[in-house]
């Protein structure tokens, strides 16, 4: 096909229906085999992988972790003296990490075990005078950090502790002539950072502060003729960009731009029929990462055996609505 | 872990920190099916895959346990070694990069050499997993803290890591991030005219990664911001021309997407900055009947 180096090609025999038990296994069975290579090399995730794990599981109605095993892992994570969660136990607090926590003690309806004001304070001085957060004590700004900050606040219902405008002020700095969003000024438009960028106004309920049409187009750039998305021009498709470019979409109200079938079928495709689970794409090695971003973009797809997922905060929209919090979005007719 | 194993490792430790701080302009590092554990010739090392993954274990397991042990010359210069290996066995694990942030700390002022070896070292982390932030987050927070490290001949380092770490690995964010950050830091007049000249070539010997034209982009808009303020008409020029040479491309490559996206990006800043290029632009290119230029005439700029 012309003009398309960079695609992938789908088998006719690549699945095609959602297998729902298989995934429950193997998520169920991802943390059982704690001392292979790949498990222990990669604790410097820790706190993310098992919110990916949790979550996929929520999804699929699931609820057979252990809530108490749950709670003393992410608490092992937790730093008191600074008030912030690392990847797990050895490491660093880190924003990244401490949004995992809470989204993981929300779903384990632990939130209250926490103590609030001191993860609050944890995240509210990262902030800079510009509006940009630092992810650490170290000093690296990115706007998912900015995401992370205004999600971790707004689930412990303390967004306003800390300065929302010059945060969104800075997420605005980072928008480029394209319409899309780089990680700091200046920096190429990906589809993470935008999903990022777009979930903080959001939050922020700051959405008008878009220019829609031309953001969806460049959205929409990203699906390729087998119906997948990437997350930059000529990348390969991967499966997590069901997630970060279909939630920006949803909270943007132009899903229907989309190709949905043909990304219906993409997603399928990357299953693998005998281990369960998502991977990046079809045939690759399957991951809680991209089973998790597989199953979300399905529920956003509006797969009935899945439960219904929340675009902002990727939680399932039941426990959102739980806990009161009403995130932005803007309807197909905006 | 049997104790021999223990001491092998130890050793195996000892001998990959002293390559990795001492070998001057380090090539390359690769994993390779190999019953030595190390091999290292004319500045390209090679690790053996069982090496690599034993070595991986065995020394993040024993710096948990000597972290955990009061400071002593022995125990420091363990973690000290253990923690050079890790940042290149597991980049991604911020864990070892702040242990060795927290050593510069305690670094006095003329220790300016330890400082200068950290920059090797975030070097060398790189050439074996050239797509990973943290040996980038390492190298700004040195140069961030301690300017005294700071020169021509380090700007130009820092940039030939951005470059090979780019080649090494395509469409690689951090490089490029990381390249744009070293050129708004330490911005000079003879530094951005070098780039320019530089991305010019890099664009035209990679035109499938938009990366190299976004980072040019960037160049293009500081090189305008430093211009004669009253020069509105230089600063058209700049993108008229830069229009003018991205659509010579087009005709020249008209398959590649990337090429498209820049001149949809140059084009969306002509027309936010009144810089009159569109209808001309669709003139040249209206003769190309492929999917990327149907969606680029549909476009409203």
């Known amino acids: 096909m012309s003009g398309f180096h960079k695609d992938v090609i789908l088998k006719d025999d690549a699945p095609s229906q959602l297998l729902l038990a298989k995934h429950r296994d193997f998520i169920l069975g991802y943390a059982k085999n704690q001392s292979s290579y790949e498990y222990v090399m990669s604790e410097w995730l820790r706190a993310s992988g098992v919110y990916w794990c949790l979550t996929a599981l929520k999804l699929l109605n699931n609820s057979d972790l252990k809530e108490d095993d749950l709670f003393e892992f992410i608490m092992s994570c937790y730093n008191d003296e600074k008030g912030g969660f690392g990847a797990s136990e050895n490491h660093d607090p880190h924003l990244l990490y401490t949004l995992s926590a809470v989204q993981i003690l929300a779903m384990i309806d632990r939130l209250d075990s926490v103590d609030r004001d001191k993860v609050v304070k944890f995240v509210v001085h990262l902030q800079q005078t510009d509006g940009s957060f630092w992810g650490d004590e170290w000093g690296e700004v990115d706007t998912r950090f900015t995401f992370c900050a205004f999600a971790t606040l707004v689930i412990l219902d303390r967004l306003h502790d800390c300065d929302v405008k010059t945060g969104v002020q800075f997420v605005l700095q980072c928008k480029n002539f394209d319409g899309a969003f780089g990680c700091v000024p200046g920096s190429e438009s990906h589809a993470g950072q935008v999903f990022c960028c777009v979930g903080a106004l959001s939050i922020a309920n700051k959405l008008h502060l878009l220019d829609i049409d031309q953001l969806a187009w460049w959205l929409c750039e990203r699906q390729l003729p087998s119906g997948g998305l990437n997350g930059r021009p000529e990348k390969l498709p991967d499966v997590c960009y069901s997630w970060w470019v279909l939630s920006a979409l949803k909270i943007i109200g132009r899903t229907h731009w989309l190709d949905k079938p043909s990304l219906i079928k993409f997603i399928l495709a990357s299953q693998d029929e005998e281990t369960g689970g998502f991977a990046d794409r079809p045939g690759d090695m399957v991951d809680p990462f991209h089973t998790l971003f597989g199953l979300a973009g399905l529920s956003l797809l509006g797969d009935q055996h899945l439960a219904k997922v929340n675009p902002v905060l990727c939680l399932p929209q039941s426990l959102v609505d739980d806990l009161g919090l009403k995130l932005e979005t803007l309807s197909p007719n905006s | ?301």
């Open chain 2, 1 to 301: 872990m049997a104790n021999d194993d223990n001491v092998d490792h130890l050793r195996t430790v000892e001998r990959l920190s002293n390559i990795l701080k001492i070998t001057p302009n380090l090539k390359s590092i690769s994993i390779i099916q190999h019953d030595e554990p190390l091999i290292l010739e004319e500045q390209h090392l090679a690790l053996s895959k069982k090496t690599f993954k034993e070595l991986g274990l065995f020394s993040r397991q024993t710096f948990l346990k000597f972290i955990k042990k009061e400071s002593s010359p022995s125990r420091d210069s363990t973690l000290d070694e253990l923690s050079t290996v890790l940042i290149v066995l597991n980049p991604d694990d911020n864990k070892y990069w702040n242990y060795r942030k927290r050593l510069c700390q305690k670094c006095s002022k003329n220790q300016t050499d330890k400082l200068f070896l950290e920059l090797k070292l975030s070097s060398c982390s790189l050439k074996l997993k050239p797509k990973c932030s943290e040996p980038f987050i390492h190298a700004r927070w040195l140069l961030t803290n301690y300017r005294e490290i700071v020169s021509e001949q380090t700007i130009f380092s820092q940039l030939k890591m951005c470059e090979d770490s780019a080649e090494h690995y395509k469409h690689n964010y951090y490089s490029w991030i990381h390249r744009l950050w070293v050129i708004k830091t330490f911005f000079s007049t003879k530094l951005l005219e070098k780039e320019l000249e530089w991305s010019k070539g890099w664009m035209e010997s990679h035109i499938s990664q938009f990366c190299g034209m976004n980072y040019r982009f960037n160049l293009l808009l500081i090189s305008s911001a430093h211009q004669n303020p009253d020069s509105d008409v230089q600063k058209c020029k700049t993108f008229v021309n830069e229009v003018s040479y991205v659509v010579d491309l087009v005709l020249f490559y008209p398959e590649t997407e990337s090429l498209w996206c820049y001149l949809g990006l140059l084009l969306s800043y002509c027309s936010t900055n009144q810089i009159e290029c569109r209808d001309n632009t669709l003139f040249r290119v209206r003769s190309i009947d492929n999917r990327f230029a149907k969606r680029f005439k549909e476009r409203k700029f």
